[in-house]
């Protein structure tokens, strides 16, 4: 069974840094392109960060550029998504997918983790 788990949500003022972690199992984690989207009240959900299988290559929405940083650690079946500078009005519950480069639209998705930005 593939479990994408997320952590590292909190409530945090505006400026500071967060770091979140989505934990994977029961996938071979290094067969799949790894990405973060947020979802903010009200509104749909959106790619924020994406990173290829050995983590060669990024891709950020024009929105985080310069402040958020994803990674990954295939040793730990982990991906982490670095924020800085965390915008108010920034709060938005924050989802982890897998996408198989492998299969065709095969992809799994955490069950999210809240991060509220206060001014």
């Known amino acids: 069974q593939v479990q994408l788990v997320e952590s590292g949500g909190a409530l945090v003022q505006a400026g500071a840094s967060l770091r979140l972690s989505c934990a994977a199992s029961?996938?071979?984690?290094?067969?799949?392109?790894m990405s973060w989207y947020r979802q903010a009240p009200g509104k749909e959900r959106e790619l924020v960060a994406a990173?290829?299988?050995?983590?060669?290559?990024?891709h950020y929405a024009d929105s985080v550029k310069g402040r958020f940083t994803i990674s990954r650690d295939n040793a730990k079946n982990t991906v982490y998504r670095q924020m800085n500078n965390l915008k108010p009005g920034g709060t938005a519950v924050y989802y982890c997918?897998?996408?198989?480069?492998?299969?065709?639209?095969?992809?799994?998705w955490g069950k999210g983790t809240l991060v509220n930005v206060s001014s």
């Open positions: 029961g996938l071979t984690f290094s067969r799949y392109a």
């Open positions: 990173i290829t299988r050995a983590g060669g290559s990024t």
């Open positions: 997918n897998a996408l198989s480069e492998m299969y065709y639209g095969l992809d799994y």
